[in-house]
């Protein structure tokens, strides 16, 4: 007669076991609600009307944050506190005595859905590549050296869209996975491994999201102990095993809520989501700008005439005051290359903003250039220039343009040191072989 091995979540619980699962039932039900001091700026900034895939994006980060600013593992002491004093006042009322394999179940059908919500939050931002994108005119012509570690591994992964794409639709996957029981264990598998890999690239990098990555991470690891032993007994020891098929009664009425709410979530936190991001994609990615830069001027302008106070400075790869090149973005960002020290904004971690004047990626973890947006006065040729750096704040130019020519820019007016400033640019035809595809030919 074979013997089946199985674990029955209708077995007696121990006192010691019941303690344990108290704690850990507090414990993730705080980390999975939304109890967060972003809750209401979140909630209330969002038009519910007009949904942005933005918006979403931040919902599906939301996680128990009690301290203002990044993630930090502050927070998960603070839970845990609460999770024991929970713990021991649950253990002296008389529901201490509930049947804690179902608390169980729901604790587990709780856990993975926000596991789900969090990893595909993350998937589709990939899938459609808009987390790592193609790098800008300006970080194509800034040093490797005035990077951190961080910028180089995400433009590392801008480079090649299509495996970012792929890496989104890993986590797409398991997000849909694990919105059903029967499945939850593989997508939970497929987390470990993946979300693993991008917390060790955090550490490595000095990204700014390992503590959300453990986040995932311990979630993960929960869902997946449902069914451990019974991996380990079938793979390892080669035994036969069956599967746990303990799910609660549900009345009629039961049902029905259970189908509407998880219809619910599929359709928001994957088709409505799934669209807008596509959409975003298409017409609105969040990392850079979306303003108009001045028209036909995109590309990099060698400096070839700077004055100041009337007076010329001649090229010198050490003056901190002569300007050595400039971009003009296709959006409005304008950056400036000299010798003059930049303090390198380095936030690395993720935040998608609706704001043009939010947008900071194209600078964060980057020396070397001075970046500014700017608003253009095409009536009178005048551009408002303001340093995009939170270290630089106020600092701002005010300079007349005129074109000559379609390859030259001159530019007069004053700068942030209230000195006067003329400076005549020449476009540069440049040519960028990663732009251009592995099969272009590139003459030189």
């Known amino acids: 007669m074979t013997k089946f091995l199985t674990i029955e979540p209708t077995g007696k619980w121990s006192e010691r076991e019941k303690n344990v699962f108290r704690f850990f039932f507090l414990f993730f039900i705080i980390q999975a609600l939304p109890l967060s001091v972003d809750l209401f700026k979140v909630v209330f900034g969002i038009n519910?009307?007009?949904i942005s895939y933005g918006d979403i994006f931040n919902i599906t980060r939301l996680s128990a944050k009690f301290i203002p600013g990044a993630d930090s593992f502050i927070n998960w002491i603070i839970a845990a506190v609460l999770a024991v004093i929970g713990s021991v006042i649950w253990s002296r009322f008389k529901f201490k005595d509930q049947d804690y394999s179902i608390l169980y179940y729901w604790l587990r059908v709780i856990v993975r859905y926000r596991l789900a919500i969090g990893i595909l939050g993350y998937g589709f931002i990939k899938f459609f590549p808009l987390q790592a994108p193609f790098p800008s005119i300006s970080n194509l012509n800034?040093?490797?050296?005035?990077f951190n570690d961080w910028k180089i591994f995400s433009m590392s992964l801008g480079i090649v869209p299509n495996y970012e794409s792929f890496l989104g639709s890993i986590e797409i996957v398991?997000?849909?996975?694990?919105?059903?029981?029967?499945?939850?264990?593989?997508?939970?598998?497929?987390?470990?491994?993946?979300?693993?890999?991008?917390f060790i690239s955090n550490l490595a990098y000095e990204g700014g999201e390992y503590v959300y990555s453990i986040y995932l991470l311990s979630f993960a690891l929960f869902v997946l102990s449902f069914d451990a032993l019974r991996i380990y007994n079938l793979v390892s020891l080669e035994q036969p095993t069956e599967p746990n098929k303990f799910k609660p009664e549900l009345t009629g009425r039961q049902?029905?809520?259970?189908?509407?709410?998880?219809?619910?979530?599929?359709?928001f936190f994957v088709f409505l989501y799934g669209f807008k991001t596509y959409s975003g994609y298409k017409h609105d990615p969040y990392q850079f700008p979306n303003t108009p830069g001045l028209a036909k001027?995109?590309?990099?302008?060698?400096?070839s005439e700077f004055k100041i106070n009337n007076k010329e400075l001649p090229y010198s790869a050490t003056d901190s005051v002569r300007w050595k090149d400039v971009v003009f973005e296709k959006w409005a960002t304008i950056s400036i290359?000299?010798?003059?020290?930049v303090i390198v904004d380095a936030v690395n971690y993720e935040q998608v903003f609706k704001k043009d004047e939010d947008r900071d990626y194209e600078l964060i973890g980057s020396a070397g250039r001075h970046y500014y947006s700017y608003n253009t006065d095409t009536l009178n040729h005048v551009l408002f220039l303001a340093d995009k750096n939170p270290h630089y704040k106020g600092e701002k130019l005010v300079l007349k343009y005129s074109r000559p020519d379609t390859a030259t820019i001159i530019l007069t007016g004053i700068n942030q040191q209230k000195d006067s400033v003329y400076v005549v640019l020449n476009k540069l035809d440049k040519k960028y072989p990663l732009s251009m595809g592995r099969r272009r030919v590139l003459k030189l």
């Open 142 to 146: 800034t040093s490797y050296g005035d």
């Open 174 to 198: 398991a997000g849909l996975l694990l919105f059903f029981r029967k499945t939850a264990t593989i997508g939970a598998l497929i987390i470990l491994v993946f979300t693993g890999n991008v």
């Open 337 to 341: 290359r000299s010798n003059r020290p």
């Open 255 to 267: 049902r029905t809520i259970r189908l509407v709410v998880k219809t619910l979530v599929v359709f």
């Open 297 to 303: 001027a995109s590309g990099i302008y060698n400096v």
């Open 48 to 50: 519910w009307l007009r």
